[in-house]
DNA sequence: CATGAATGAGCATTCATTCAT
DNA sequence: CATGAATGAATGCTCATTCAT
C-alpha cells in the first residue's frame, strides 16, 4: 500500500459543477464524469488511466494535463459525492417543524433518491473507499463520521420523545439505516420496474418503522 | 484461443472443512485461509498472488502447486461461504412451528451473526462478487437469486397472514432486509464496544419491525 | 474468457516498407527487423520478447507500444514475407513467351535467390509456421497452399506437354521442387564459398533436371 | 542460451532398442518414445518436461529418475536416430556391385522410406538441433557432415564417371539431394493418398534426375 | 493542450529442477 | 521407484507516470 502526501495539483480546492446548477461545463467536470463512468464500471482498482482517457477521447498522456495520479481522479468523485451529500444533510437540516422521526424520513427518502440519481458516483463512493491513501482516506472518514453523528443524534432524539423503541442502541439503528440507504447501490436496477420515487418511498418507511417505537 | 483445456489439476469438486466440523486441516485450507485474510485486507484486485504466497509462508510459484489461477483461490472462498450459508438457509427452512415473521428473524439472526464471525470471508463475498468471470459470476448471481427468492417467499407469506405491512413490495422489502444482514460487514469492529449477539439482536428488531405491520 | 476484446491498437493493416522500396524507415519496420535477427538467432520459442527490446536498445515494456502480444512479431514477419513471395509468384506468372518448364526455372532461381538474400526472415517463415496460432495459422497454411498449387499447376502442364516426365505424380514432384528451394536456408551459408547466384542456378537446374523428361 | 557441460547421469553410453531388434522393452525406451511423441508435437521448447511425464503416466518429479536434464531426452533421441541413420549408411555401403548413380539411389530411397516410418523422430531431429547446447551440438553438427561427405563423395563418383552432369558443384548437389529427403518430414502426412513406397520412388528419381547427366 | 514514445516497477503464470518422504 | 511439495528464475504482459516535441 503506497504512501502519497497529498500535494495537489492546485492549491485552491478544486470547484466542482454540481448538481443542477448550470454552468459552463468546464473540462476538469468532464474528466470527472468520464473517471465516474469508467471506474463505476469495473471499480477503481480494475480501471486503467488509459480506459479513462479513451472515454475521454484523448490519449492516455494528455489526461496526466488534467490530473497528477490516478488517485487524484478518485479524490475529485469522493470531493463530489462529499458536497452533494453535505447539502442534503443541510436541506433536511433547514427543514423546519419536523419531529425527528419525519426528519429521519426526509432523509433517508432524499439520500435514497440522491444514490438511485447518481447510482455510478455512489458505487464508487462506497465500494473503493480503501482505494484511498493516507490522509485523503483518513478525511474521508472523518466525515463520513460526522453523517453517522447526524443521524444517531436524530434517533437519539427520537428515542427520548417516545418516537423510537429506546431498547436499540442509536448506533447500531444508525448503521442499520444507513445499510438500508446505501446498499441500494447494489441491488437497484434503473428501468427495472421500481420507481426512484417508490423505493425511496419504501426505504424511508421500512427505516422509519425499524427504528420505530412498538407501542 | 488455447486458454485452459482441460487438465484441470483435480476432476473432483474440492471439499473444504467447512464451518464448525473439526479435521485434520489440510493444506488446500490453509491456502484457502491465507486468501480470506489477504483479500480481505486489501480487496481482491488489489491483492497479489505473492501477498498470498507470503502469508503462507512459500514463494509465489510454489503456490501454483495448489491453484491454478489468482481466481481459483476466489472461487474457493465463494464456495466456501455458498456451503456456509446455503446451511443456515436449511437450518431456517428446518426450523418448525415458527410463523413467517419469526422465522424471518431467526435468519437475520443467524445470518448476521454468521457475517460477524467471518467477517473476513464476508467482506469478499459481497465486495469483490464482479471480480469473478463468465460461469462462475453468472452462477453466484444464481445463487444469490435463490436466497432473495427465499427472503420474498418469506415477506409475502407474512403479509399475507397479516404480520407485514402489505404497502410495500416484497421483493423491495427483501432488498432493505439484506441491507440490514450485508452492511454489518462494513460498519462493525470486533471488539469495538458492541457483542455480536447484541448487534444480531438489534439487525433483528430493525428489519423485523421495518416490514412489521405498525399498527 | 475475456481474452482481446478488440480496442486493437491499429484497425488498419500495417504496410510494411517491403523489398527494394526505400522509404523513411519507420519504427514499425525496425521493430520487425529486430524480431527477425532475433528469432533466426534462436528460434521464435525460445526467443524472448526481452531479446527483441535488447535489439531494439529499449526496454521490455515499451516494445508493447508498438506491439500487442509476442505472436504480433512473428505474424508481421509472416506477412512480410507473404508480400515478398507472392510478388515473385506475380512476376513469374507476368513473363511472357515462357513454356512451363523455363516458367519453373524463372521460379525456382527467383525464389531461391529470395531465400539466400532473406535467409533469416525465411528461416522464421519455414521454421516456426507452427507457433501461429488459431486462425492466423490457418491462413498461412492456405496461402502456401496456393503457392504448392502454382507449382502443380506448372509441372501438370509440362507433363502433358512432354516437358517433364508423367510418371511421377504432380503433388510429389512440387514437393520435391518446394524441399529443393527451401531447403537451401539450413545449408546456405553467406561467404562461405558459393555465391548466391551459383547457388541459385545449381537449384534452378537440378529441380529441372529432377522432373525432367529424361529421354 | 544456457551452457550445459555435459556431465552424463551414466559414463557408459546407453544402449538403446533401436529399429527391428526385439528385446524386452527397457523403461529407458519407454521415456525416449514418450519424449519422440511429445517433442514431435510442439516442438521440444514448447513442450515440457510435465508433458512427457504425462506421456508415461507418471509425475513430473519422477521422471527426474530417469533424466538428468530435459535435455537429455533430447539428446538420447538424436542418438537413436543417428544410430540408424549410421545403419542404412552402412548398408548402402556394403550393397555390392552398384554404380555410384546405384548407389545414390539406394540411399536416397533407403533414408526417404526410414524418414516417413519414423516421422516423429525425423522432425525433432531436423527441426530441434539447435535446442542441443555445447559439445553435444558440435558432435551432431560432425557427424551430420559426415553424412554429407558420404554423399558427396558419391556424386563426385558419379561424376567422374560420367553418370552425373559435372557442371554442378558436389556440394551444392549433395545438399539439393538431402532437401529432397529431409524436407519429407514437413509435407508428408500418413494415409494422405500417397503410400511410403511410392515417394521414395519419387524422391529416388528426382534425386537422380538432378543430378543426371544431360547429355 | 495534445501526442506518443519511453520508462520501470510490478504482476500472474510457467517450468526445469530438487528432495524429503 | 514414485510422489508431490517446494524452489527460484524467467517470461509475457500491464500500467501509472514522465517528457520531449
Do not use: M
Not at 151 to 172: F, N, Y
Request: with cysteine; glycine share 6%.
Amino acid at each position: 500500500v503506497p504512501t502519497r502526501t497529498g500535494r495537489g495539483k492546485d492549491a485552491t480546492a478544486r470547484k466542482f459543477t454540481t448538481g443542477d446548477r448550470r454552468q459552463p461545463r468546464s473540462r476538469d467536470d468532464e474528466v470527472v464524469e468520464a473517471a465516474i463512468k469508467v471506474f463505476s464500471r469495473s471499480g477503481y482498482a480494475a480501471a486503467t488511466v488509459q480506459d479513462v482517457a479513451n472515454e475521454l477521447g484523448i490519449l492516455k498522456g494528455s489526461l496526466y494535463h488534467y490530473i497528477e495520479t490516478k488517485e487524484d481522479l478518485l479524490v475529485w468523485i469522493f470531493e463530489q459525492v462529499h458536497a452533494d451529500v453535505d447539502e442534503i444533510i443541510q436541506e433536511v437540516s433547514a427543514t423546519e417543524d419536523l419531529d425527528p422521526t419525519e426528519r429521519i424520513a426526509l432523509y433517508v427518502r432524499k439520500q435514497v433518491l440522491y444514490n438511485l440519481t447518481h447510482l455510478d458516483r455512489i458505487s464508487i463512493y462506497h465500494h473503493d473507499l480503501d482505494a484511498l491513501t493516507g490522509e485523503r482516506h483518513k478525511q474521508v472518514v472523518a466525515l463520513r463520521r460526522q453523517h453517522h453523528r447526524f443521524l444517531t443524534d436524530l434517533i437519539r432524539d427520537a428515542q427520548s420523545k417516545g418516537l423510537a423503541d429506546s431498547s436499540g442502541d442509536p448506533h447500531l439503528l444508525a448503521n442499520c439505516v444507513f445499510a438500508t440507504i446505501i446498499w441500494t447501490y447494489r441491488w437497484y436496477r434503473p428501468g427495472g420496474g421500481f420507481g426512484r420515487e417508490a423505493v425511496a418511498d419504501t426505504c424511508a418507511a421500512f427505516a422509519l418503522n425499524g427504528i420505530a417505537s412498538t407501542r
